[in-house]
């Protein structure tokens, strides 16, 4: 993919569901807001100092509140002007009736790091290709509204993973055998196209 910015995706940090709740996916909508824990916020802290060199221009985050907390710890520690903006596009894979269920019902049938999840999807839910294209058509759009801009994504693992591939153009089979070297960490960041 062939982009006229340059972009730096960061995932949130970690959060008390994933402490707490650890064997539990995400429920969707979120009933109530997930946190970042100490640890969470100060990964984001860290990544934020790390980004200052950046300049970054714009920050783009999806629209829950442990992405949104997220963001606005980066904006604020490197002064970025204007707001964030928030797109439900960057939202995290909807695992549709498996949300806020036990994680190892959805494995049952979704084995991890499998291609069946670019192809087949749960009752309710999306597949990894939906997910990809989702996050795919918010990178083109915003792409072709900026020129020469530095921009920060804040997003979910999934989602970003998936983006990566996308910007790439890696296979599915490729996607699937770098998930478990090249998925981001909660708090962390990579830069996605230089």
Known sequence: MKLKNKYIILRHG?????????KLAYPWPEKSPIILTDKGIKQVELSAK????????????????????????????LKVKGRVI???????VNLGVFRGKPREQFFDIFPKFSEKWFYE???????WTDCQERVASFLKEIDKKRKNKIILIVSHGDPLWLLEGAVKGLSNKDLVARKKKSFLKTGSFKKLNY
Do not use: C
């Not at 970690?14 to 650890?22: A, E, H, L, P």
């Not at 980004?51 to 604020?76: F, H, P, Q």
């Not at 928030?86 to 995290?92: M, Y």
């Open 14 to 22: 970690q959060t008390t569901y994933q402490i707490k709740k650890k």
């Open 50 to 77: 790390k980004l200052k060199k950046e300049k970054i221009d714009l920050v783009y985050s999806s629209d829950v509140y442990r992405t949104k907390y997220t963001a606005g710890i980066i904006r604020e520690n």
């Open 86 to 92: 928030f797109d439900k596009r960057l939202r995290d």
């Open 121 to 127: 999807k749960p009752k309710g839910g999306e597949s």
